[in-house]
Structure formats: structure tokens, C-alpha cells
């Protein structure tokens, strides 16, 4: 059994962020991070490695070459190996690119599973998953609080408005997780040191049996504008007061506002 | 030269910086206000393979040069110093085996203190034996195949919970402290030996400080460390490098409540303006700064002659300790200064870091035994030798 858990890495969740002049993300010295909601599927993946239900975690990422620290931290928190997709015609890619690069990526790699987070923190377009899986013309798992592999099965756990729902489906699938997994462990000093001495692959487009054509100048959308989000007001504070003086206070606050 | 951390060393701090600020730093005042050892960081520490730094890979561990293993204990200190002491006295007892011990030993014990699995502690201090080492009194004598340990320790930090100790005694009481005191492994569950008292202090409050009490507690010959007599040689090589990790911690506790008054001089609003823009907050976070940052340096810089094998280290060692623990403490009172009144109550941490710094001054040799060790390695260089009555060796 054998699990491929798709990572992207992304700017530091309280950096600044900032566009270059066509719009795109400027990553040039920003720290950056795995994608908080990806640490997660990590978490997951590594899991059913810990229980004995998978042999195999590897991760993917298609990005700049800078991507494979984040690669390298997966890897310090565990699983056996990683590849990179990097290629100058990927300069600016959007999710359909992303998807179409991943999924070949993933014919190639044939795990049981290919995990992901729901959402990337920056982008947040949640489209990849079901992209990816609608390009392999996989079974989608998508957003669960638990995933499990038996047999020749997966099935996830997902939140409902009623409690929750257990979907199931014939391996192999295309899966996503949420932040219901559970929190994501710390690399160990032993992880880090070992993760220096784990394969790492690079591949470039062609490696995944793709061209720069096949792309269509690497994104079908166009970001038209982006700017940082208005400036709230100051957050007032109600302190220091006897509680039945402050609960007035907050009171009158939300009657002004005609909240309550 | 390079004088520059390394990518490892970057990536170990960020490591140990976040695990400290998720998971440390928000247990901190509980375990100063219930002065109770947190067994929870303990096993989180040893899971994350920072108990084990000292360690060769054989036995476990992970063998960090000692500028890592000293990272690892400043970014510990820097939330918490009481669970800094933790991978402290694990290279602190294990020291004397590292340095005399032979492969049996270390195969025997290594292990189970790289994982964490056991904790030990290091027993040298009696109640009339502080800086002055020689004037101990503990008995260990000779029978058979066994030695039998009569005596007591006191100020033994972790000594109530250890699995295991290093514990110094004559052997040839007619011959003294320096030349007639032995090094021994004791294991803590051996009939006879108690830890009858644990005190109350005033820093460090969640790492127990006890009293050992030893009645005719057998220990085997092969638990015997180097040959009779090597006793003092081993304590002193101990603590030439033990104290190291007293300086990290206090470069730790120094960044920490360097990093809080910083925090809230630029949260607190006085004279209509931030607190953090009057000049004279300014000059005080500055002064704090650079002083910490000289401390960290001559830290790494003794450290660096550890793994070079310095002949002249305990002149680096003292030196780094000497300046480390007054600048955390130095640096403390004056966070405390920039928070006012508000860092005088427990709300904030800063008055914890200030009573734990005062430890750094005192343990592992006083501030006055440090200025005696490189005084005597001053004057050696200069080829002018020590008067007889300052020549007396010293140490914890």
C-alpha cells in the first residue's frame, strides 16, 4: 500500500505578502512554510505508516526549486521519499496546471492514495483534489476528518450537518483531509537528520511526459487584481471593569449596532 | 575561521524554538507556581530526541557538536529554564561516564538516558562540601567485589526522580578529597538509598533539588568509574564542561525576558506613545540586547574548544558561565524595570525568568569559583603561578 501526499509550499501564514507587477505572489524573501492545511495529510499519511496499513508515504510538489526544503521538512517528519516538479514553463501556473501536472506526476507514481490538504493557504482555491482526480478519473474522498484504508477500499470520515457521513470507494482514489485529522507532529532531531539522507527526486515537465504546449502559457485563468484586505477599525477593548459594568458595556456595543 | 552558525545549527534552533513556544512556554508558570517536575515535557523531549544530543548514535543518541547541544538547551531556557535542566542533568550525570567510563558502562546506561528513558543525576554536593569539593565526607568502602556507600549528598538537582547516579565518595578518607575520592554508578532502586528531602526554592522550581542519604548501599565493583583515587580528576573534568550548559541556560533565560520586554514595550501605551519609543526604554532593550548577544558568543566560543579538546577550557567554560549568569541576571531585573509594576506580578513571565536567572549564578560553581578558575588559568599563561592558598582546586 502505498500513499503519495501532494504538498505545496507557501509563504509564512503571517508574512507579508505582496504581488509582483503581473500579479502573481512575490516569494522572494518571504519565509516560507509547508501549507499548514497539507501538515495534516502529512499527518495522516504517516499515521496508517505508523499502524502498518500503508508501507509507503512519498510526497509530490510542483514549484520552484526553493520547494524542496518543504519536501525536506515533510520528510524530517517522516515517510520515505520525495519528488519535485520544477520547470521554467511552470512560472505562474493556476490550479488547472497544477491538477494536470499533478495527475501525471501521479500516473506515473500509481500510489493507492494521493492525499492532500483541502485548501492551500494562500490561493485557496480547494480545486486541486477534485481536479486531479476528474483528470485520473479516480474516485474522490474529499475533505475528511479521517481517512482509512482496508482491503481494497478507502474511506473517509467527513463532517456533516447531522453528525457524520463515512464515504467509501475501490482503490486507487484521490483523497483529501481536513484539520479534523488531529494535529500534525513535530519533526524529531533523528526525522531531520535522517530526512537529509532520503531520496529526493527532481523531475521536470517532460519527465512527467508533458510540454510547455500542453499548458496553454501555464494558467487558462487570469488573476485581473489583487490587493490586501481593507483595514478593520481599532478593536475596542472593555478591561478592568466589575463583569455585570463590562457585560453592559458590550451590550450597548452590539445594540448599537443593532446585533442584538 | 568561521564564525558563523551553520545551516544545521539555523535548522535545530528553529526546531527546538517552535516545539519551546508551542508546547513549553505555555506550561512555564504552572510549573513554577506548583513546583512540579513536568514529566509531560520530559517524555515530549525525549520523543523529540533532545535528551540524547551527548549521545553517540550507537547508543541512541545523536551526537550534536556542543554549540548544537547548546542551542538545544538556550532555546529550552528561553521559554523555560526548569525544563532546560532537563537535557542539562542528563549530560551533567552522564558526563563522569563519558569522560572515565569504559565501553560496558556506557553500553549498559547510554541507552536508556539517550531515549529518555531514565533520567540521572549527578551527587557531588554535600552540605559541607559546596565550592570547597575536597572537604567531602561520603564513604565508600571496599568489600569483596562490592563497595559499600555510607553518607549524604544535598543540592542534587533531580535527585528524587533519577533512575540512576554518578555519585563521588572517599575511598582513602586518609587521603582526602583530591586524592582519595572515587566515582561510582549507583542505580537509585538499590536497597539503602533514599531521597528523604526535596527543597523549596526560589527559581527553578519545578526541577527537584534533594537530599540523598546513603546507609550501606552495596554497589558493584564494575559500577566504579576509572580507577580508586580518580575521583576529583573526573568531578573537575565534569564540570569544565558541565557548566557550559549552566551558560546556555542563561543565555536562554536572558533572550527570553529580552524577547518579553521587547513585546510588551511595544503593546504598552504611555504618554500617549508606546512605551518601546521613549529613548530610554530604547538604550535599556539595547544594552540587554548586546549583552545577551556577548553572552551567546562566548558561550559558542567555549563550546567550539570543548570539541576541540582546548588544554585551556576551563578557562573558556568559566569565563562563558561567568558572563552568561550575571548578564541573565542583569537582564531579568531589567526586563522587570521595562514591564514596571506589571513585571513584578506573575501575570507575566518575566519575574519567574528573573528568579530562575539567579540560579546561574550559584550552581555548577558560583560566580566567585568561576573567577578563581580563570584567574588560575590567567596567571598559568602568564607564567606566573597561583599563591599556594589560591591554588586549591574548586569547583561545583
Redesign the interface.
Known amino acids: 500500500m502505498k500513499i503519495v501526499v501532494c504538498i505545496k509550499q507557501v509563504p509564512a501564514t503571517g508574512a507579508d505578502k505582496r504581488y509582483t507587477d503581473d500579479l502573481r505572489l512575490d516569494r522572494a524573501g518571504v519565509e516560507a512554510i509547508i501549507n499548514p492545511l497539507d501538515e495534516y495529510a502529512i499527518e495522516q499519511a504517516l499515521r496508517l505508516q505508523d499502524a502498518g496499513t500503508v508501507e509507503t508515504v512519498s510526497y509530490l510538489s510542483m514549484g520552484p526549486e526553493q520547494a524542496s526544503e518543504a519536501l525536506r521538512r515533510a520528510l524530517a517528519m517522516g515517510g520515505d521519499d520525495a519528488t519535485l516538479i520544477t520547470d521554467p514553463a511552470l512560472v505562474g501556473a493556476d490550479e488547472w496546471t497544477t491538477a494536470k501536472v499533478l495527475a501525471a506526476a501521479l500516473d506515473k507514481l500509481a500510489p493507492d492514495v494521493a492525499l492532500m490538504g483541502m485548501a492551500s493557504d494562500d490561493a485557496r482555491g480547494s480545486l486541486v483534489p477534485g481536479a486531479v482526480a476528474a483528470m485520473r478519473n479516480l474516485p474522490l474522498l474529499s475533505y475528511g476528518a479521517e481517512l482509512t484504508v482496508a482491503g481494497d477500499e478507502a474511506r473517509v470520515r467527513r463532517l456533516s450537518s447531522t453528525g457524520f457521513d463515512w464515504i467509501a470507494a475501490p482503490l486507487p482514489v484521490v483523497a483529501s483531509v481536513t484539520d479534523q485529522v488531529g494535529e500534525p507532529r513535530y519533526a524529531s532531531l533523528k526525522g531531520i537528520m535522517a530526512a537529509k539522507r532520503k531520496p529526493l527526486e527532481t523531475w521536470s515537465l517532460a519527465d512527467v511526459g508533458l510540454s510547455a504546449d500542453d499548458l496553454h502559457g501555464a494558467a487558462l485563468t487570469r488573476v485581473t487584481d489583487a490587493r490586501p484586505p481593507e483595514a478593520k477599525p481599532p478593536t475596542e477593548r472593555v478591561e478592568n471593569l466589575p463583569a455585570a459594568e463590562a457585560a453592559a458595556k458590550i451590550a450597548d456595543w452590539l445594540a448599537a449596532r443593532k446585533l442584538i | 575561521m568561521t564564525y558563523l552558525p551553520t545551516p544545521e545549527h539555523e ?2 534552533r528553529a ?1 527546538v524554538r ?2 519551546a513556544e508551542e508546547r513549553i512556554a505555555p506550561r512555564a508558570a504552572e510549573i513554577d507556581e506548583k513546583a512540579e517536575f513536568p514529566w509531560d515535557l520530559k517524555e515530549l523531549l525525549a ?4 535528551l540524547g ?1 551527548c549521545f553517540e548514535e550507537r547508543h541512541g543518541g ?1 551526537a ?1 557538536d556542543t554549540i548544537a547541544q547548546s542551542i538545544v538547551v538556550e532555546e529550552i531556557a528561553r521559554a523555560d529554564a526548569t525544563t532546560s535542566l532537563i537535557p542539562i542533568v542528563q549530560k551533567l550525570g552522564a558526563l563522569p561516564i563519558l569522560i572515565a567510563g569504559n565501553d560496558e558502562q556506557k553500553d549498559r546506561y547510554f541507552p536508556r538516558l539517550a531515549s529518555g528513558e531514565w533520567l540521572i543525576a549527578f551527587g557531588l554536593t554535600e552540605a559541607a562540601a559546596g565550592s570547597d569539593v575536597a572537604s567531602n565526607h561520603m564513604r565508600a568502602a571496599r568489600d569483596g567485589d562490592q563497595y559499600v556507600l555510607n553518607g549524604s549528598k544535598r543540592f542534587i538537582t533531580h535527585g528524587s526522580i533519577a533512575n540512576v547516579l554518578t555519585v563521588f565518595a572517599l575511598t582513602d578518607p586518609e587521603a582526602g578529597g583530591r586524592k582519595g575520592m572515587s566515582a561510582f554508578i549507583v542505580e537509585t532502586d538499590t536497597p539503602g538509598f533514599a531521597a528523604p528531602r526535596v527543597e523549596h526554592k526560589m527559581g527553578i522550581r519545578g526541577s527537584p533539588t534533594a537530599e540523598l542519604t546513603f546507609d550501606d548501599v552495596r554497589v558493584p565493583v564494575e559500577n566504579r568509574l576509572g580507577e580508586e583515587g580518580d575521583g576529583f580528576k573526573i568531578a573537575m573534568a565534569t564540570l569544565d564542561r558541565s557548566r557550559l550548559g549552566i551558560a546556555a541556560q542563561a543565555v536562554g533565560i536572558a533572550q527570553g525576558a529580552l524577547d518579553a520586554a521587547v513585546a510588551y514595550a511595544a503593546d504598552r501605551m504611555q504618554f500617549g506613545q508606546r512605551v518601546v519609543d521613549f529613548q530610554g526604554i530604547q538604550w535599556m532593550l539595547a544594552d540587554m540586547a548586546s549583552q545577551t548577544e556577548a553572552a551567546r558568543q562566548l558561550t559558542y566560543a567555549a563550546a567550539a574548544r570543548v570539541d576541540a579538546a582546548a588544554s585551556d577550557l576551563p578557562y573558556w567554560t568559566s569565563s562563558a558561565k561567568l558572563v552568561a549568569g550575571d548578564t541573565a541576571m542583569r537582564v531579568t531585573t531589567d526586563a522587570v524595570q521595562v514591564l514596571g509594576g506589571y513585571g513584578y506580578i506573575t501575570e507575566y513571565p518575566v519575574e519567574r525568568m528573573m528568579r530562575d536567572a539567579k540560579i546561574t549564578q550559584l550552581y555548577e560553581g558560583t560566580q566567585q569559583i568561576q573567577r578563581l578558575v580563570v584567574a588560575r588559568q590567567l596567571l598559568q599563561r602568564a607564567g606566573i603561578g597561583a599563591r599556594p592558598r589560591e591554588r586549591r582546586e574548586t569547583g561545583a
Not at chain 2, 520523543?47 to 533532545?50: G, I
Open positions: 535548522e535545530l526546531m517552535e516545539l520523543k523529540q530526541d533532545l544530543t545523536t550534536l
